[in-house]
T-cell receptor, first 110, second 109 residues
Framework: QQKVQQSPESLSVPEGGMASLNCTSS?????YFWWYRQHSGEGPKALM?????GDKKEGRFTAHLNKASLHVSLHIRDSQPSDSALYFC??????????FGAGTKLSVKP | AQTIHQWPVAEIKAVGSPLSLGCTIK??????LYWYWQATGGTLQQLFY??????VESVVQLNLSASRPKDDQFILSTEKLLLSHSGFYLC????????FGAGTRLSVL
């Protein structure tokens, strides 16, 4: 079965610092990588998607995709306590529901 | 704008009792609908999906069933709860990405 692997499992950064999350897929037929964020007790919300090699920036969030290695990373600059959450990477095909990784728990310490 | 509503917000149920969870989507015609289950702090496991009224596909077998009685409604149920059914249940609809509801927290004791 195709897998989506995320690392690290948990991450702690100081307020104002940079958080870097990683994700690798074994599915070469993917269409998009997605990043979702889930605050405690809430449903996940999509942050951004990426499907082209290189960087995609949205505010403080930058995703980087390397298609050859099927690796995507998410970098959060100037991290805020409100960024503390569970971050999921997901890989979606054209019509299939996304397949999720196990998640990275991010804690931003004031 | 589309809205997704799940009910109830939380349930505490006894092992062996029945369960029914609901999800309603407004503002979207014929949505693709999904049920996910999440253990505390865990990954999102897809349970069911439906692309049209009356049609539901099962993804994993967890002694649960789902139905889509109306275009905007998706129901998750079981006749006998197990301890392993505890967790967070999320309904979602898809348009490019998944849009999740606020979830139902289920505790089976």
């Amino acid at each position: 079965q195709q897998k989506v692997q995320q690392s690290p499992e948990s991450l702690s950064v100081p307020e104002g610092g940079m958080a870097s999350l990683n994700c690798t897929s074994s599915d070469r037929n993917f269409q998009y990588f997605w990043w979702y964020r889930q605050h405690s007790g809430e449903g996940p919300k999509a942050l951004m998607s990426i499907f082209s090699d290189g960087d995609k920036k949205e505010g403080r969030f930058t995703a980087h995709l390397n298609k050859a290695s099927l690796h995507v990373s998410l970098h959060i600059r100037d991290s805020q306590p409100s960024d503390s959450a569970l971050y999921f990477c997901a890989v979606s095909g054209n019509n299939n529901a996304p397949r999720f990784g196990a998640g990275t728990k991010l804690s931003v310490k004031p | 704008a589309q809205t997704i509503h799940q009910w109830p917000v939380a349930e505490i149920k006894a092992v062996g009792s029945p369960l029914s969870l609901g999800c309603t989507i407004k503002g979207k015609s014929s949505p693709n609908l999904y049920w996910y289950w999440q253990a505390t702090g865990g990954t999102l496991q897809q349970l069911f999906y439906s692309i049209t009224v009356g049609q539901v596909e099962s993804v994993v077998q967890l002694n649960l069933s789902a139905s889509r009685p109306k275009d905007d409604q998706f129901i998750l149920s079981t006749e006998k709860l197990l301890l392993s059914h505890s967790g967070f249940y999320l309904c979602a609809w898809k348009q490019n990405t998944l849009y999740f509801g606020a979830g139902t927290r289920l505790s089976v004791l």
